[in-house]
Nanobody
Framework: QVQLVESGGGLVQAGGSLRLSCATS????????MGWFRQAPGKEREFVAT????????SYTDSVKGRFTISRDNAKNTVFLQMNNLKPEDTAVYYC?????????????????WGQGTQVTVSS
């Protein structure tokens, strides 16, 4: 069982930055693909970014490319999402997720464990 706890959300003006963290339990963190998803009110949960076990491979949804960066620290069992040049349309609850195996995933059903989410609100 893997437990995920997100932090770092908040209220920020457009153009600002936030860094989300996701702390995980368990001794096998490095064996999981990690992902970030988000869900805005009235919308489905959508993929944001994913990273493989070593951090050597990443993938992003088009709307955040060049603005968001996913990274991980396996020694600290933590994955991060650095978000720069935030826009009002980035407003959502952001979720961290873990997927067993080595293949990057961008679908909600591909992930086995989820955090409780952290709210990100970007004002215009």
């Amino acid at each position: 069982q893997v437990q995920l706890v997100e932090s770092g959300g908040g209220l920020v003006q457009a153009g600002g930055s936030l860094r989300l963290s996701c702390a995980t339990s368990g001794r096998t963190f490095s064996s999981y693909v990690m992902g970030w998803f988000r869900q805005a009110p009235g919308k489905e949960r959508e993929f944001v970014a994913t990273i493989n076990w070593s951090g050597g491979r990443t993938s992003y949804t088009d709307s955040v490319k060049g603005r968001f960066t996913i990274s991980r620290d396996n020694a600290k069992n933590t994955v991060f999402l650095q978000m720069n040049n935030l826009k009002p349309e980035d407003t959502a609850v952001y979720y961290c997720a873990a997927r067993r195996g080595s293949v990057l995933g961008s679908r909600v059903y591909e992930y086995d464990y989820w955090g409780q989410g952290t709210q990100v609100t970007v004002s215009s």
